[in-house]
């Protein structure tokens, strides 16, 4: 035995899904078409709703290319597109967190060392090694005979 | 002609198991059932013909990888298809911003005069930009449902709503397309 439906039940579903009976929910349809058989308003509501579905059938969607199904085939026998960090994408989620630690550290070491040369301080003696060798005069040094 | 009776009687999971194996004699099956909804609906969101072609080859070859590690028991092949599509056209459309009105002027009309075909294609272009304008996913749930004939369940599955919500999406989304679209609904009253 079927429920009957309500009239504002049956004006939400038409509002909702419009006119066609097939966009209805399957458990309501037949109760929905049953008082559309037997309301008045039911059937204005219907009618309301027709004139929007036949105004939005008005939009029409263009064919598929005839060339569709060779383009996808080439783009699918194509070879995968190797993204310039394939690295990145083929080590998993552990290698990734070493491989950023790894460059984390390196970052570190070397801008200490960068640090550690420009502000080191050199004694007497070590200036003096370097010097050894050095031309004493300005000629000497641009090797003017 | 035995391949061919073989493929259509060979259902989704079928087909993708064999393409996961390397069959790519499956893909036509596939193409014939699932090309012209993914490209329809993807136009119905973006507006272009070309960019709606992309994302329906962009699905399948998104299934070309995801083939090996398809689940039988997940979202049936056609929701996958379709949820793809949706995000596929919803990134699209808000990378761009801009739409395209190209193919809204689809030549359908021949021969029944140059006044009618202008008038319908105004027509095209007034309920194109009526649903442009329609809150996102009030304009995905109406070209899921109207469009496309989608179930309640199917459509809400696609968009990961429920069945209530769905249907407060698409009351709400037909609501303003009446209001917005009276003229051309008196119009088409007259024809």
């Not at chain 1, 049953?34 to 008045?40: D, E, I, K, N």
């Not at chain 2, 395209?100 to 309920?127: F, I, K």
Request: with cysteine; charged share 30%.
């Amino acid at each position: 035995m079927q429920t009957p439906m309500s009239l504002d039940r049956f004006r939400s579903i038409v509002a909702a899904y419009g006119a066609d009976p097939e966009r209805w929910p399957d458990a309501e349809r037949d109760a929905a078409q049953a008082l559309a058989g037997r309301s008045l308003d039911a059937r204005r509501a219907l009618d309301e709703a027709r004139r929007l579905d036949r105004t939005l059938d008005r939009l029409v969607p263009p064919a598929l290319s005839s060339d569709f199904a060779a383009r996808l085939a080439v783009r699918l026998a194509a070879p995968v597109e190797r993204p310039p960090l394939l690295l990145w994408v083929i080590l998993g989620p552990a290698w990734r967190v070493a491989a950023m630690a790894l460059v984390a550290v390196l970052g570190v070491y070397v801008g200490l060392e960068v640090e550690r040369r420009s502000t080191q301080i050199y004694d007497d003696q070590e200036i003096a090694g370097w010097m050894s060798g050095a031309p004493d005069t300005m000629d000497e040094f641009l090797e003017i005979d | 002609m035995e391949r061919l009776a073989f493929d259509r009687a060979d259902n989704d999971d079928a087909l993708i198991r064999r393409i996961a194996d390397g069959d790519s004699s499956a893909w036509p099956a596939l193409v014939e059932r699932y090309a012209t909804m993914l490209m329809r609906c993807a136009w119905r969101v973006l507006g272009d013909r070309s960019e709606a072609e992309d994302v329906a080859q962009e699905c399948f070859v998104r299934l070309m990888g995801k083939a090996a590690g398809w689940q039988p028991d997940g979202a049936p092949l056609k929701t996958w298809l379709y949820r793809v599509a949706v995000n596929l056209s919803i990134d699209r459309k808000r990378a761009r911003r801009t739409r395209s009105l190209d193919d809204v002027a689809e030549p359908t009309d021949e021969g029944r005069g140059a006044l009618g075909a202008d008038r319908r294609l105004d027509q095209r272009r007034r309920v194109r930009d009526a649903l442009d304008d329609l809150p996102e996913r009030q304009r995905l749930a109406l070209v899921l449902v109207h469009y496309e004939g989608m179930s309640q369940q199917e459509a809400a599955a696609v968009l990961a709503l429920t069945v209530d919500a769905l249907e407060s999406l698409l009351a709400r989304g037909r609501r303003r397309l009446r209001e917005r679209l009276a003229d051309v609904a008196a119009d088409l009253m007259d024809e």
